[in-house]
T-cell receptor
Framework: AQRVTQPEKLLSVFKGAPVELKCNYS??????LFWYVQYSRQRLQLLLR??SRESIKGFTADLNKGETSFHLKKPFAQEEDSAMYYC????????????FGTGTRLQVTL | EAQVTQNPRYLITVTGKKLTVTCSQN?????MSWYRQDPGLGLRQIYY???????DKGDVPEGYKVSRKEKRNFPLILESPSPNQTSLYFC???????????FGEGSRLTVL
């Protein structure tokens, strides 16, 4: 069975500090990994996916198959980054078998 | 505007009183899904549908029913709600073969 673990419920950082939101997964095949974000009073939305290898809003995430991790990173946190972040895994590459982690709330303070 | 619309957004009901949460999308997506979000448990899939008349159980289907008679609609039915179904519910859709889910705004359900 596929599983996604986000060990931190809350991550609090100062503005301008680096951010790393941890995500580990368990799956025997080749998964596709995603990060979704939910800003206050907004819908849950896709932030980035590992297959596209792009940086969105300054965030990047690298799939490490050896460590089965997909940590989300940003070098300098901004106040507008405060949100709930969910890591998700798809075993099929499609939305039909998307498994979410429990989420990490990022709080960026001045 | 392309979006997923859920109704009602907020509902308080009593144990055993049947209710339906509607979900509609205007993006011609084949795939639709329902999730519930609970503190400490994240998002858990209830049911999903790959296309019209095709539905399947997710991880937590007990106590729920769905139907997919039309491509745009995917209602979630609670035949006899119980307090443990108090939760925040999200409907989502996606184009077939794609990994990006488009979410509704959520429906907060309280069962007394």
């Amino acid at each position: 069975a596929q599983r996604v673990t986000q060990p931190e419920k809350l991550l609090s950082v100062f503005k301008g500090a680096p951010v790393e939101l941890k995500c580990n997964y368990s799956y025997s095949g080749s998964p596709e990994l995603f990060w979704y974000v939910q800003y206050s009073r907004q819908r849950l939305q896709l932030l980035l996916r590992h297959i596209s290898r792009e940086s969105i809003k300054g965030f990047t995430a690298d799939l490490n198959k050896g460590e089965t991790s997909f940590h989300l990173k940003k070098p300098f946190a901004q106040e507008e980054d405060s949100a709930m972040y969910y890591c998700a895994l798809s075993s099929t590459g499609t939305a039909s078998k998307l498994t979410f982690g429990t989420g990490t709330r990022l709080q960026v303070t001045l | 505007e392309a979006q997923v619309t859920q109704n009602p957004r907020y509902l308080i009901t009593v144990t055993g009183k049947k209710l339906t949460v509607t979900c509609s999308q205007n993006m011609n997506h084949e795939y639709m899904s329902w999730y519930r979000q609970d503190p400490g448990l994240g998002l858990r899939q209830i049911y999903y549908s790959m296309n019209v008349e095709v539905t399947d159980k997710g991880d937590v289907p007990e106590g729920y029913k769905v139907s997919r008679k039309e491509k745009r609609n995917f209602p979630l039915i609670l035949e006899s709600p119980s307090p443990n179904q108090t939760s925040l519910y999200f409907c989502a859709s996606s184009s077939q073969g794609q990994g990006e889910l488009f979410f509704g705004e959520g429906s907060r359900l309280t069962v007394l």
